[in-house]
T-cell receptor, first 113, second 114 residues
């Protein structure tokens, strides 16, 4: 069974600095999709960024980018120019060919003013 | 647009009681799923469905039943509630056009089993 591991339960970053959240996954498949979701205190789940495994180019969305290393099964999220509104829980997710979507345990990100 | 609607928002049950958590979406999404969120455990997949009449088990299906008789609705049934089922439950849906489609989440149901 696929698993998603987020090894950093909590992280802190100074406002305007850059932070990287790590995510690794275990799979025997070659075709899958990866996602980062953000959950602020409102409990709403918000898609941050997504990556198709067949694409070598790393996805970017404004201040958010990923470092996708398929061979290493790693999918880290980089947040540049951190803002107070970035404070949230961040979840890495994996979608397999059977459409099962598995989430990691999350990383709580604190932004220090 | 209503999006994904979950009812109730809060529920307290006694051990052994049964109940159904409702989930409805008005976006004509084929894909629907149920997750539970517990502190330190992230979101764990309970059951999911890729279309009406089709359901499949997730990571933690025991103690929960689902059915998908319509595209719009995906209820989650607890047949005999246990304290271990105390959690926040999220329903999510997505368009099934491609597997890179994002999930749309409901606002959650806070369930306490005493």
């Amino acid at each position: 069974a696929q698993t998603v591991t987020q090894s950093q339960p909590e992280m802190s970053v100074q406002e305007a600095e850059t932070v990287t959240l790590s995510c690794t996954y275990d799979t025997s498949e070659s075709d899958y999709y990866l996602f980062w979701y953000k959950q602020p205190p409102s409990r709403q789940m918000i898609l941050v960024i997504r990556q198709e495994a067949y694409k070598q180019q790393n996805a970017t969305e404004n201040r958010f980018s990923v470092n996708f290393q398929k061979a290493a099964k790693s999918f880290s999220l980089k947040i540049s120019d951190s803002q107070l509104g970035d404070a949230a829980m961040y979840f890495c997710a994996y979608r397999d060919r059977d459409d099962k979507i598995i989430f990691g345990k999350g990383t709580r990100l604190h932004i220090l003013p | 647009n209503a999006g994904v609607t979950q009812t109730p928002k809060f529920q307290v049950l006694k051990t052994g009681q049964s109940m159904t958590l409702q989930c409805a979406q008005d976006m004509n999404h084929e894909y629907m799923s149920w997750y539970r969120q517990d502190p330190g455990m992230g979101l764990r997949l309970i059951h999911y469905s890729v279309g009406a009449g089709i359901t499949d088990q997730g990571e933690v299906p025991n103690g929960y039943n689902v059915s998908r008789s319509t595209t719009e609705d995906f209820p989650l049934r607890l047949l005999s509630a246990a304290p271990s089922q105390t959690s926040v439950y999220f329903c999510a849906s997505s368009y099934q056009g491609g597997r890179n489609e994002k999930l749309f989440f409901g606002s959650g149901t806070q369930l306490s089993v005493l």
